[in-house]
C-alpha cells in the first residue's frame, strides 16, 4: 500500500489522503489518471496531473475496471439494488451512467477499446444464457450464445 500525497510546490494540490495499493486497477486516460480498487469501497481516485479528488460511484460492490481514452469503465453491484450493472464513468464532469438496463447481465469479463466499443462476456438474466456481447454507442447486441462455456480473457487482436 502507498499513501498518495503531493508536495504543494509549483501548484500542485492534494484534495484527498488516497490510500493506492497494488490492487488497484490504474486507468489511464487521455489527460487524467483513475485508480480503482476491486470490493466493496465504491470510491475512485482521479489525478488530472494537478490534484487528485475522490469520487463515489453509485455502487456497492466493484468487480472490474477498465478504460477508453476519455471515459472508466466499471462493472459491480448497483447501490439500490443487487443487480450487477457496467457504469460508465465521465471524468470531464464527474457523471456516470449505466451502459445497460439492471438486471439485465451478470459480466463476467469485458474490454474496451480507446473509441468506446465494449465487448463483453456475461450471463443473460431472462434465459440463463452465456452470451458474448458488444456495447457500441451505447446500444447492445449479442455476438454469440453458449450454453455452459464461460469467457473469461477477452482481447482485442
Request: hydrophobic fraction near 30%; charged fraction near 20%; charge should be negative.
Amino acid at each position: 500500500d502507498y499513501n498518495v500525497s503531493i508536495s504543494s510546490y509549483d501548484n500542485i494540490t492534494a484534495s484527498c489522503n488516497c490510500r493506492i495499493s497494488n490492487q488497484h486497477y490504474k486507468l489511464k486516460l487521455s489527460n487524467k489518471l483513475i485508480f480503482v480498487k476491486p470490493g466493496d469501497d465504491s470510491t475512485i481516485a482521479i489525478d488530472n496531473g494537478s490534484e487528485i479528488n475522490t469520487i463515489d460511484l453509485p455502487l456497492s460492490k466493484i468487480s472490474i475496471a477498465r478504460s477508453s481514452s476519455n471515459y472508466a469503465y466499471i462493472s459491480g453491484t448497483d447501490n439500490s439494488s443487487s443487480n450487477t450493472v457496467l457504469v460508465k464513468f465521465n471524468p470531464s464532469d464527474n457523471s456516470s451512467s449505466q451502459m445497460y438496463t439492471k438486471g439485465t447481465y451478470d459480466i463476467y469479463n469485458f474490454n474496451v477499446t480507446s473509441d468506446d466499443i465494449i465487448t463483453f462476456s456475461a450471463l443473460r438474466m431472462n434465459d440463463g444464457k452465456k452470451v458474448l456481447g458488444k456495447i457500441d454507442n451505447e446500444t447492445v447486441s449479442i455476438i454469440d450464445e453458449y450454453m455452459d462455456e464461460e469467457i473469461n480473457v477477452l482481447e482485442e487482436i
